[in-house]
């Protein structure tokens, strides 16, 4: 039996939606303008500036932790086999979503939006507006059937050839 190492990672950056990033710009013009009318208020009433500080710096920071919450990253290892799928949010808290032997998948292809998949659970690892979509459905001991949608390049899909069971990547790769 031949033996093989592959290792592929891949760092996938979600776009954000029109309405995420409106949703951010007026989550930072609400704590902008509540930050200068606490300003103002603690202007005219000298003694209570120290608390008011506290206040205006405590309204920025949740505006940029709130806000970091629409910076979301996708990372795909694929080692030996194994395919992991990572979510990465804000570019600090990193959260395992999907992992799974090749061997376990059942279906893989090209995705397309229309189609009926029929799982238990989607997962969508990708830019919603991606061209080069694919997807795996595979078995959890846990959720059932799985769709997992992600947006490979090129090298990721080459390593995905080596590890796939061979009949599932004929007709895709």
Same mark, same amino acid.
Do not use: W
């Given at each position: ?35 200068? %009318? ?32 629409? #910076? ?16 990465? %949010? ?14 376990? %998948? ?32 595979? #078995? ?34």
């Amino acid at each position: 039996m031949e033996t093989f190492d592959v290792f592929v990672e891949q760092l996938v950056t979600r776009n954000m939606k029109k309405s995420e990033f409106m949703l951010k710009m007026v989550l930072f013009a609400v704590c902008g303008l509540f930050a200068g %009318v606490v300003l103002l208020v603690g202007l005219f009433n000298p003694p209570l500036m120290a608390p008011f500080v506290l206040v205006i710096a405590g309204v920025i920071y949740l505006a940029y932790y709130v806000g970091g919450k629409f #910076n979301v990253e996708f990372e795909y290892c694929l080692t030996n086999g194994l395919f992991d799928v990572d979510t990465i %949010v804000n570019m600090k808290n990193r959260k395992r979503i999907a992992d799974f032997e090749c061997k376990q %998948v059942e279906e893989f292809g090209k995705f397309d939006a229309d189609r009926n998949y029929n799982c238990a659970k989607t997962i969508f690892a990708a830019n919603s507006e991606a061209e080069n979509l694919y997807y795996f459905i595979y #078995n959890s001991k846990e959720d059932g059937k799985i769709l997992l949608v992600i947006e490979p390049n090129e090298k990721m899909l080459n390593g995905l050839k080596r590890c796939l069971p061979r009949q599932l990547t004929i007709n895709v790769l």
